[in-house]
């Protein structure tokens, strides 16, 4: 089983910054590919950001410029820093990963962003 426990989200006025935090439960860390989604009330959820287990990291057009995904083995956490945050970045934000062909969700972390 793996676990992955979020953390960092909140309420941000329009052009702040938020940083999520997910640590993963197991030593496949180093091993698999991270990420982040996102879903909004009434759409679906969608990727946003993601690192493979070297590092190569892929984003969505929608973020690319204000997010940034990284990792940290050695804590078994991976980050994502938002900046210039937009009202219409407002979802609930999920952290990801795979591991045998199975996909790993934390549980979200609200991101409200006012105007």
């Known amino acids: 089983q793996v676990q992955l426990v979020e953390s960092g989200g909140g309420l941000v006025q329009a052009g702040g910054s938020l940083r999520l935090s997910c640590v993963v439960s197991?030593?496949?860390?180093?091993?698999?590919?991270v990420g982040w989604y996102r879903q909004a009330p009434g759409k679906q959820r969608e990727l946003v950001a993601q690192?493979?287990?070297?590092?190569?990291?892929d984003y969505a057009d929608f973020v690319k410029g204000r997010f940034t995904i990284s990792r940290d083995n050695a804590k078994n956490t991976v980050y994502l820093e938002m900046n210039s945050l937009k009202p219409e970045d407002t979802a609930v934000y999920y952290c990801w990963t795979s591991w045998r062909s199975t996909d790993y969700w934390g549980q979200g972390t609200q991101v409200t962003v006012s105007s």
């Open positions: 690192s493979t287990s070297g590092g190569i990291t």
């Open positions: 197991r030593s496949i860390f180093r091993i698999v590919a």
